[in-house]
């Protein structure tokens, strides 16, 4: 029960961290965007991780009455909008210029997104290592009959 | 002929062994999928003190709370996690350290891999006796 559950809990891993890659993806594609549907420049996006309990609610509840703290699994729980300032360009032939010539550009920084492109490919490998290894300790166990 | 040979204190305890690292795999897997997670902190088992309580025999049993109650056999109790101490918390108040963590994955698998070896071994031997030694 014990590694069905940690391979679970890898998958949430691997499920969050894509997320994750997949807003900062949106954020770099959007570096230069101007208009959006609510109006306005794109704002940088960001996401929420809580820690919760593994997909499997009875196994879950299960593990909370006769073990107390258990392993935890990770969840997005929420997509964020950067709330700082806009970046300012003079830029007067541009069509979203104002009265002083100036553009609002989206608020993402390409150096922080590719830092944290970075961050989330490596948690993303510690995941699939995991993975491994619990198929290995599956794989050593099921030669013990042998 | 003493005790029943398939049921001997060194399988028990091993099999133990095998049970407690699947537990901290387990733990292993939560802290890494928790990496990024604001304010988490780092789980793992007590594995040395785990595995001498289970040997002197820390057991639980369902209680009868009624004298008609037939009750349940012995069983273990189940491993308690505990949150580690002593480990740099990082400005979003999480600490957990990826190479602490890795490392415990790859020490977890040898010696899960090194204790089946050694119950698969001690069953080959228990076969061969049953075979005649062919």
């Not at chain 2, 069953?123 to 006796?129: C, E, G, P, Q």
Request: net charge negative; hydrophobic share 35%.
């Amino acid at each position: 029960m014990s590694l069905l559950s940690a391979l679970d809990i890898s998958a949430m891993g691997l499920t969050a961290q894509r997320r994750r890659i997949e807003v900062i993806s949106s954020n770099l594609a959007n570096a230069n965007t101007t208009r959006t549907a609510e109006g306005g420049p794109y704002r940088r996006r960001d996401l929420v991780f809580e820690a919760t309990s593994p997909p499997d609610p009875f196994s879950a509840a299960l593990n909370t009455e006769i073990e107390g703290q258990a392993e935890q699994g990770v969840e997005v729980t929420g997509i964020y909008q950067d709330d700082s300032a806009f970046i300012r360009r003079y830029e007067p032939a541009h069509p979203d210029a104002d009265a002083q010539g100036y553009v609002l550009l989206p608020n993402v920084s390409p150096v922080e997104e590719m830092v944290n492109l970075l961050s989330a490919t490596r948690s993303f490998e510690a995941n699939t290592q995991s993975i491994n290894a619990i198929k290995q300790i599956a794989q050593k166990s099921l030669e013990i009959g042998r | 002929m003493g005790e029943f040979y398939l049921e001997d204190p060194t399988t028990r305890q091993m099999e133990k062994f095998l049970d407690l690292s699947i537990q901290r795999q387990a733990l292993v897997s939560s802290n890494l999928a928790n990496v990024d997670t604001p304010g988490y902190k780092t789980v793992d088992l007590n594995f040395e003190r785990e595995l001498r309580e289970a040997s002197e025999g820390r057991e639980i049993s369902v209680v009868a709370t009624n004298p008609r109650h037939i009750g349940s056999g012995p069983a273990h109790a189940p491993a308690s996690p505990e949150e580690v101490e002593g480990l740099t918390i990082r400005n979003d108040l999480n600490n957990v350290n990826i190479d602490r963590e890795m490392t415990q994955l790859a020490t977890n698998t040898l010696k899960f891999s090194m204790v089946a070896q050694l119950i698969a071994g001690h069953f080959r031997t228990l076969k061969s006796a049953i075979n005649d030694g062919r």
